[in-house]
DNA sequence: GAAAAAAGTCAACATGACTGACGTAAATTC
DNA sequence: GAATTTACGTCAGTCATGTTGACTTTTTTC
């Protein structure tokens, strides 16, 4: 299961000894392993909390509400619909039971009442910690191995994998995150 | 619903204004906006292909059914597993489909007969070709936004995100598919 | 006071995963 | 040559997470 090409090579497909290595660059040769590595890359980045996450009897998609939760306290549930992308059927479930667990608090709004303003509790925070810190090992390992600059490379690789019309608010929800986590 | 955050500010979480901007790489400052930026870029970098599969009445699973099968022809279902990391049951249905609607063909291996040899047809190949064809063009208009070494660069960085256990052989699959590409 | 917005809820359904059990054919081992 | 293992497929049931559509309540806005 570890092994992910036990394969003997494959029956057709002759298998041609010596060629330039993927990656070399050269014109033509396709970004398919880049296409493939970003797979693989993403599926362990993500698979890191499952082992938090299994215990508590939760999935992913707790995970993700309680991240941005975490990272832009008392944020409304329209802006976490936006930035998950969901419908606020599917949030509905995995939010009330965040809450119903008592990792999240929904508040009234104190200038608009309509709004149900979302914040971690203490409990949510350390849950939300753990989440990072799983993460942010990983990723600290890699920048590690690729020297300096890499973690700058990264950051402007990332995001200009994102749809241009949406890196601006990108941006402006890390950045004022990043803000709030400064000053507290 | 393309502003991710329409939000005002956050009626608590006080947002003092100016602080140092996130990805300068201070020490301490954490790697939460890469773990933000990965889960994004992710998110439309696989959304991509949806666009092709929503008027084939196809999912996610059969884009990377497809995608690998046609990367590799003439690989055993066990491989397939391997690689996707899910059970048979699972892969069944996705591919009895791919099969059913000839994009698929599995035949029966000539040295082992119990094996079932994955090949695909040409609309299989046709269509591979178009998820190939969107997710590069992706990827080649960040490489090009980050300038020269960007491609070695994220190469690289995802590689030394995945499992180091699996390094080898992920390597291994993409070489080998490599080399395959070229031989034809 | 009417319209619009924010949120919640009920119901039904789709997709893609999972476990467990079982069957069959072919290859391998003893 | 019989027993075991392997590769694959399938039936049946479940779960997590997403979807649409319709409807309600509360509150704000015009």
Do not use: W
């Amino acid at each position: 299961m570890t092994d992910v090409n036990s394969a003997q090579t494959p029956a057709l497909a002759p298998s041609a000894g010596h060629a330039t290595p993927p990656g070399t660059g050269e014109a033509g040769d396709g970004l398919v392993d880049l296409i493939e590595l970003f797979f693989f890359a993403y599926r362990d980045f993500v698979g890191d909390p499952d082992q938090i996450l299994a215990p508590l009897g939760f999935g992913r998609a707790h995970h993700r509400v309680l991240h941005f939760v975490n990272r832009n306290p008392g944020m409304r549930v329209t802006d976490l619909l936006d930035i998950l992308r969901i419908t606020k059927q599917s949030l509905g479930r995995v939010l009330r039971e965040l809450v119903d667990e008592g990792f999240v608090d929904s508040r009234a709004g104190a200038s608009d009442r309509r709004q149900r303003l979302l914040y971690p509790t203490e409990k949510g925070e350390a849950l939300a910690r753990e989440f990072i810190a799983i993460q942010s090992r990983r990723i600290a390992g890699a920048l590690a191995e690729c020297g300096p600059g890499a973690r700058e490379d990264a950051r402007r690789f990332l995001m200009a994998m994102i749809d241009r019309e949406d890196r601006a608010s990108v941006e402006r929800l890390i950045q004022r995150a990043e803000r709030n986590r400064r000053t507290r």
